[in-house]
Structures are given as C-alpha cells and as structure tokens.
C-alpha cells in the first residue's frame, strides 16, 4: 500500500505562486507516472500535470506556461510550481501516483487527501 501525503496549498492572490509537494511512502513499491490533478466545486476533477520516472512531462492547456511538475526518485515526491495563479486556478489539488510491487505486474494507482488552493483577491 502507498500513501501519498501533500502540503503547500493556500491562499495567495491573483498572481501569486504557491508549492505544492507530495511524498509517497509505504513499502516494496516503485512509482511510475506521478501527477497533479484538481477538482473545483461542482465540477469534475481535471488532470493538472504528469510526469514520468523519466521526467517526461504533460500539461493542461490552461497551465501550460505557468505550472512546472518535477519529480525527486529518490525521495519519490512530486512537486507543483505554480506561477501567476488565477482566481480560476482555485481548487482543491490531488496527487496521484502509479505504482507497482516486486514479481507482480500489475500498477496500482493512488490518490493523496487533497490540498485546497484559493486564488481571490
């Protein structure tokens, strides 16, 4: 089993930066794909960013240019910069993380609590 646990959300005005960061833990696992996702009051939960184990990485239009996803393997923690933030960039923010364990095939996906970020001036 792995547990994704975040931090950085917040509040922070129109054009403002926020961090958001994602450990996984657990034991005898690999994570592959790791991302960001976020999910905005009635609405259905929208893919942020991904990026692989090998730093390959994919945006949603409406963040590209402005959020950057990167990774540390050896901590197996993701991060989200987030630049120039939008009262609609206002959402709670999931991690996500693909993973598998040893002499076993299959991936597993995880999802983390959710962090709130607000954008409001």
């Known amino acids: 089993q792995v547990q994704l646990v975040e931090s950085g959300g917040g509040s922070v005005q129109p054009g403002g930066s926020l961090r958001l960061s994602c450990a996984a833990s657990g034991t005898l696992f690999t994570i592959h794909d790791m991302g960001w996702y976020r999910q905005a009051p009635g609405k259905q939960r929208d893919l942020v960013a991904t990026i692989t184990n090998g730093g390959s990485t994919n945006y949603a239009d409406s963040v590209k240019g402005r959020f950057t996803i990167s990774r540390d393997n050896a901590k197996n923690t993701v991060y989200l910069q987030m630049n120039s933030l939008r009262p609609e960039d206002t959402a709670v923010y999931y991690c996500?993380?693909?993973?598998?364990?040893?002499?076993?095939?299959?991936?597993?996906?995880?999802w983390g609590q959710g962090t709130q970020v607000t954008v409001s001036s």
């Open positions: 996500y993380a693909v993973a598998s364990y040893p002499a076993s095939p299959t991936h597993y996906g995880y």
